[in-house]
């Protein structure tokens, strides 16, 4: 009885390689979005702003990180 409880616990999340580069590259990308933060001026088609480099870098980044992890998790439901 207590081997057929063993075998219906939920195995423990671990990640995988590609989690774990693509944590590795988030991070180094953000020490060096952190590292550079003085303001560039951006030119827009119909304005300009100013903002610090941290945005430039990390925003898009970010955004990048988060539509791959949400591509991935979508091939993993359809796989699954």
């Given at each position: 009885m207590a081997d057929d409880d063993a075998n219906r616990r939920p195995k423990p999340w671990r990640p995988n390689s590609r989690q774990v580069f693509g944590s590795i590259v988030l991070v180094v990308l953000?020490?060096?979005?952190?590292?550079?933060?003085?303001?560039?001026?951006?030119?827009?088609?119909?304005?300009?702003?100013t903002i610090p480099i941290f945005?430039?870098?990390?925003?898009?980044?970010?955004?990048?990180?988060?539509?791959?992890?949400?591509?991935?998790?979508?091939?993993d439901r359809r796989r699954g």
């Amino acid at each position: 009885m207590a081997d057929d409880d063993a075998n219906r616990r939920p195995k423990p999340w671990r990640p995988n390689s590609r989690q774990v580069f693509g944590s590795i590259v988030l991070v180094v990308l953000l020490v060096f979005a952190f590292v550079n933060l003085e303001k560039a001026k951006i030119d827009f088609v119909f304005s300009q702003v100013t903002i610090p480099i941290f945005f430039v870098i990390a925003v898009p980044a970010l955004l990048g990180f988060a539509v791959g992890m949400l591509f991935q998790r979508h091939q993993d439901r359809r796989r699954g």
